[in-house]
């Protein structure tokens, strides 16, 4: 069992930067790839990006290449969401997750999530 909170979420000016945490505990925390999902109103969740377990691997999606990075610290239990250049765009709640399996673009694939924490981005 894998619990996860994340934080770190709030308002923002376009072209400005967030970093959100998503501080997770259980077992076996470090085998997991951790992945970052967002859902604005009135559409599906969708994939931002994954770390595999060991950090060595990261997949993000097209609209927040370049712009947003993904981390880990397993000392402290930590993934970290890094976001800049911010876009009214990527507004949504953002989510965090944990796949046992290698990590994938699916949310169906993630075995836990956290609770969401908002971002919201002004023009």
């Known amino acids: 069992q894998v619990q996860l909170v994340e934080s770190g979420g709030g308002l923002v000016q376009a072209g400005g930067s967030l970093r959100l945490s998503c501080a997770a505990s259980g077992r076996s925390f470090s085998r997991y790839t951790m992945g970052w999902f967002r859902q604005a109103p009135g559409k599906e969740r969708e994939f931002v990006a994954y770390?595999?377990?060991?950090?060595?691997?990261?997949i993000y999606a097209d609209s927040v290449k370049g712009r947003f990075t993904i981390s880990r610290d397993i000392a402290k239990n930590t993934v970290y969401l890094q976001m800049n250049s911010l876009k009214p765009g990527d507004t949504a709640d953002y989510y965090c997750a944990a796949d046992s399996g290698g990590g994938s673009l699916f949310p169906s694939t993630y075995d836990y999530w956290g609770q969401g924490t908002q971002v919201t981005v002004s023009s």
């Open positions: 770390i595999s377990w060991s950090g060595a691997r990261t």
